[in-house]
């Protein structure tokens, strides 16, 4: 019975590792769009172009980005989840600061 425990943990820490292997830079991608097309439609603005442009990238940008930051949040969840599965639940919960005194 625990063979299958651990199969089964060993299959769950596959996919979270395969899912933020595909959001951390799918979201690093997003961010980095998102946030330069923010500056462009800045720049749009400050050119004095017709309003609905500006306003229409602008939108768009904010969009990007904050897809962006989901999708990386997500890739930091699975990577979490994914060490967890591989450290085990004790293992993981310990803090860096050694035992309380």
Known sequence: MMAQNEMNSDTTAKRHYQKWKIFAPLGLLATGLGASG????TLMKGRGD???KWVAAGTAS???LNAGLCLFGD????????EWEQTGPNEATRGEA????
């Open 75 to 82: 890739a930091v969840k699975h990577r979490a989840l994914h």
């Open 98 to 101: 050694g035992p309380a005194a």
């Open 38 to 41: 923010v500056g462009q439609s």
């Open 50 to 52: 017709a309003t609905w």
């Open 62 to 64: 904010l969009v990007a």
